[in-house]
């Protein structure tokens, strides 16, 4: 069996961030941990959400289950110190990869002005094993496109007080198959990213018999500790880290 390289720390000399994905909890499944720990260090961190994740609960029409999910995703990024919270209203389940959706991500990034981005898995699996969902492939995608076409004055001019920025630094990608960095979870971080996920009950609740704070921790502990084994056995959050 071939050993696993250890992760290298993520970059620390930044301020603003900016996490692009498709789907309220999105974030919490893969990241939260370390937004809590940046924005409490006093780092700046904002949410783009393509969908307000309306397709996401059987039991819910989408015209009920948008404004719920949109709450729920608001209470969830507050407690890790997140208040700015978009959504770009694309249709939940059928996003689509193309330049409208690189054009709404772009202008996002052109108001957040962040060094640091961050999206989600967008290869078709997760790790070989479980197929990803298209919104999750495209959204990702889109986000590493739109690091570039957000500094491009020419790409997009219809951005009209948009100036162009050019200076995001990184992308970090989260719930990849083959991280680069990673973050050390604290005590404090990992109970900040439990209470965040938390606040996606309704989610939950649909998702999973278990109580669904013991489904939480069982979640976060597993995907932690993973990426922990290879960051000097602390848990951790890992991401893989492309470099611009």
Same mark, same amino acid.
């Given at each position: 069996?071939?050993?696993?390289?250890? +992760?290298?720390?993520?970059?620390?000399?930044?301020?603003? #961030?900016?996490? /692009?994905?498709?789907? @309220?909890?999105?974030?919490? !499944?893969?990241?939260?941990?370390?937004?809590?720990?940046?924005?409490?260090?006093?780092?700046? /961190?904002?949410?783009?959400?393509?969908?307000?994740?309306?397709?996401?609960?059987?039991?819910?029409?989408? *015209?009920?289950?948008?404004?719920?999910?949109?709450?729920?995703?608001?209470?969830?990024?507050?407690?890790?110190?997140?208040?700015?919270?978009?959504?770009?209203?694309?249709?939940?389940?059928?996003?689509?990869?193309?330049?409208?959706?690189?054009?709404?991500?772009?202008?996002?990034?052109?108001? %957040?002005?962040?060094?640091?981005?961050?999206?989600?898995? %967008?290869?078709?699996?997760?790790?070989?094993? #479980? =197929?990803?969902? @298209?919104? %999750?492939?495209?959204?990702?995608?889109?986000?590493?496109?739109?690091?570039?076409?957000?500094?491009?004055?020419?790409?997009? @001019?219809?951005?009209?007080? +948009?100036? @162009? =920025?050019?200076?995001?630094? =990184?992308?970090?990608?989260?719930?990849?198959?083959?991280?680069?960095?990673?973050?050390? *979870?604290?005590?404090?971080? +990992? &109970?900040?990213? /439990?209470?965040?996920?938390? &606040? %996606?009950?309704?989610?939950?609740?649909?998702?999973?018999?278990?109580?669904? &704070?013991? !489904?939480?921790?069982?979640?976060?502990?597993?995907?932690?500790?993973?990426?922990? &084994?290879?960051?000097?056995?602390?848990?951790?959050?890992?991401?893989?880290?492309?470099?611009?």
């Amino acid at each position: 069996m071939t050993e696993l390289t250890e +992760l290298r720390p993520m970059p620390e000399d930044w301020h603003r #961030a900016l996490a /692009v994905v498709a789907h @309220p909890d999105d974030l919490e !499944y893969g990241c939260s941990a370390a937004i809590a720990q940046w924005t409490e260090a006093g780092r700046e /961190v904002a949410y783009v959400l393509a969908t307000r994740g309306e397709a996401g609960i059987d039991t819910l029409n989408p *015209a009920d289950a948008a404004p719920l999910r949109e709450r729920e995703q608001r209470a969830s990024a507050a407690v890790v110190g997140v208040s700015a919270v978009e959504f770009l209203d694309h249709r939940d389940g059928v996003v689509e990869y193309g330049t409208a959706l690189r054009r709404d991500i772009a202008a996002a990034i052109r108001r %957040h002005r962040p060094e640091l981005l961050i999206t989600l898995n %967008h290869r078709d699996t997760w790790g070989g094993v #479980a =197929w990803n969902t @298209p919104d %999750h492939v495209a959204v990702g995608r889109a986000t590493l496109d739109a690091a570039a076409d957000a500094g491009n004055r020419w790409i997009f @001019p219809e951005l009209v007080g +948009l100036e @162009p =920025w050019d200076g995001v630094r =990184w992308v970090a990608v989260a719930g990849s198959a083959t991280p680069t960095h990673a973050v050390a *979870a604290t005590e404090a971080g +990992l &109970e900040a990213a /439990v209470r965040s996920l938390l &606040e %996606h009950r309704a989610y939950i609740e649909a998702l999973t018999d278990q109580d669904p &704070e013991t !489904y939480v921790r069982e979640f976060l502990a597993s995907a932690t500790g993973a990426a922990g &084994e290879r960051f000097g056995g602390r848990p951790a959050v890992a991401f893989e880290l492309f470099t611009r």
